[in-house]
């Protein structure tokens, strides 16, 4: 969905009937022109779901137009650095030729979730816990992005680390990607 501006983009600030929270929305607009929900989203700590009930009440008063006929010209999730740094991890660490993609919809989702939430070298340090007690057992299956970075079963993941403590090793994560 492709959101635009619907009547001029100054009268708004006029608008007593409008939230704080709408008109911060509408600065946005001031820059942008034209944007993305998910785009949108970037720009605010509210849930994705917060953003879109302030989106349809803005194209509701008519400050807003929404196209939904135009599609998303990228088929494939772009992933960031830290996502792709995380994914080559994975695939080094399971000895994988050609792996798991880094720009898989749904694996760039789920990294995105949990990185909110956590860093880079937490998740690095997930994968390092797990594949040190499943490789080799029946629950080397479940490494696999769909399984490590699933938001639900992170959390649980994460706060075995924090109990064990620090483990040691040779490199760290991140050195071992350069």
Known sequence: MIITHGKYVTGWIKDATLSM????LLIVFTTTGTITLEELASHFSD???????T???LVFKGWLACD???KQKRNK???????IDIINYLNKKLGLKKGFAANNTQTVRLLNAILTNYTKQDVLDVIDLKCRKWIGTEFQMYLRPSTLFNKNKFEGYAMN???QGSQTREATPLQMLE
């Open 21 to 24: 929270k709408q008109k911060g």
């Open 47 to 53: 849930s994705i779901e917060v953003i879109k009930n």
């Open 55 to 57: 989106v349809t009440e």
């Open 68 to 70: 939904t006929s135009v």
């Open 77 to 83: 999730a772009e992933p960031t650095q830290d996502e």
């Open 161 to 163: 680390i924090d109990c």
